[in-house]
């Protein structure tokens, strides 16, 4: 059973950072890409970034300006999203997400923005950044 795991939470002031934190348990053996999403009160879902099993594909939400970076080890099956320059407007539950690379042609290589190319979801990290 696949699982995922966020840590690394919590709330800062505007201009801060933050580092996330995502551990799967579950996909031994499985090429699986990965990405994150956050959600405020009273809005839908949006993706923040995605990453390939490779790391070598890597893709951010225009509206993050840079300000985030998204990375994983894979022999310890985490991925990490280091958060910087802080913005209220940041403020959201985030999610980890993950599926199998295959069987997309380039599984190695592949990660997707839809919210619809993940089955398996972890509970959230709260996320709060106060002006």
């Known amino acids: 059973q696949v699982q995922l795991v966020e840590s690394g939470g919590g709330s800062v002031l505007a201009g801060g950072s933050l580092s996330l934190s995502c551990t799967v348990s579950g996909y031994t053996g499985s090429i699986y890409y990965m990405a994150w999403f956050r959600q405020s009160p009273g809005k839908e879902r949006d993706w923040v970034s995605c990453?390939?099993?490779?790391?070598?594909?890597?893709y951010f939400a225009d509206s993050l300006s840079g300000r985030f970076t998204i990375s994983r080890d894979n022999a310890k099956n985490t991925l990490y999203l280091q958060m910087n320059s802080l913005k209220p407007e940041d403020t959201a539950m985030y999610y980890c997400?993950?599926?199998?690379?295959?069987?997309?042609?380039?599984?190695?290589?592949?990660?997707?923005?839809?919210?619809?190319?993940?089955?398996?979801w972890g509970q959230g990290t709260q996320v709060t950044v106060s002006s």
């Open positions: 997400a993950a599926d199998r690379g295959l069987p997309n042609p380039r599984p190695y290589d592949y990660c997707s923005g839809s919210s619809a190319a993940y089955n398996y």
């Open positions: 990453i390939s099993w490779s790391g070598g594909t890597s």
